[in-house]
């Protein structure tokens, strides 16, 4: 065979193996949203589940694989954005996590405004930040991320929903201001983004996986966004539509 088709073949099959890449295990996502207060924290392992019927259409919006490795800024996050929900295998074969959590606040608010049901964008949204915290979904789909990932998806999915206590002794407040929320939550995206691309380096470096202290804490990242959001959005006129929070302040 001819080093040119060969290539071609491999980078398919590389393709192929991240379209099937999950992130966080269910039960860790609606461990992540029951911990941010999220009334809906039981649909949050939805989007993984679409993924079966909408293939492509949603699987890139669940990871980031950055691979150059770059520091991720707020103004990535926002250029992203425009490819969510794009069938794009061969000219976005990183994906576009970051920018998907962004599009599906913007989705939710077009509902709402049109006066449609609009909650399951936000369980999306849920579902992405949740993802944003696992460190293999922030660097390259490579030989040890493929044989790592697994392990590192479930590494406290056995226990995490019966122990969010875990999830909230790692939260902290997140501000988003109002009057600039979108590029507040571009800033923050960016920052926990690269907080996990970070802690993926050291587990490659150490060719080990997470330990569960560390998930615990990466956890708390999402929960702590999703949180911020959630109260941004609780503000609004219309509370009928707006997801309730169970955490205090």
């Not at 990871?63 to 520091?71: G, L, Q």
């Not at 056995?158 to 109002?178: C, F, G, P």
């Not at 979108?182 to 960016?190: K, Q």
Request: charged share 25%; proline share 3%; hydrophobic share 35%.
């Amino acid at each position: 065979m001819k080093q040119g088709p060969l290539k071609i073949i491999m980078v398919l099959c590389f393709l192929f193996l991240a379209a099937q890449a999950f992130a966080w295990h269910d039960r860790t996502h609606l461990a992540i949203a029951k911990a941010a207060g999220y009334d809906m924290w039981y649909h949050c392992a939805g989007p993984d589940i679409a993924k079966i019927k909408a293939g492509n259409m949603e699987a890139y919006n669940h990871w980031f694989n950055n691979s150059a490795e770059v520091e991720i800024t707020p103004e990535m996050v926002l250029d992203q954005v425009k490819r969510y929900n794009k069938r794009s295998k061969y000219f976005d074969p990183e994906g576009h996590l970051p920018g998907a959590i962004i599009a599906s606040l913007r989705d939710y608010e077009k509902d709402l405004q049109a006066g449609k049901y609009a909650q399951y964008h936000l369980v999306y949204c849920a579902h992405y930040i949740s993802d944003l915290t696992m460190p293999l979904h922030n660097i390259t789909f490579d030989d040890y991320n493929q044989r790592h990932h697994n392990a590192n998806d479930g590494i406290v999915e056995s226990t995490i929903l019966n122990e969010t206590e875990k999830i909230t002794q790692n939260m902290y407040r997140v501000n988003l201001s109002d009057k600039d929320f979108e590029n507040d939550l571009a800033r923050e995206i960016a920052r926990i983004a690269n907080l996990s691309r970070k802690l993926g380096y050291k587990l490659r470096a150490g060719k080990r996986d997470m330990t569960k202290q560390e998930a615990c804490i990466q956890l708390g990242h999402s929960a702590s966004l999703l949180k911020a959001v959630l109260q941004h959005y609780s503000k609004m006129p219309d509370k009928q539509k707006m997801p309730s929070l169970k955490n205090n302040e």
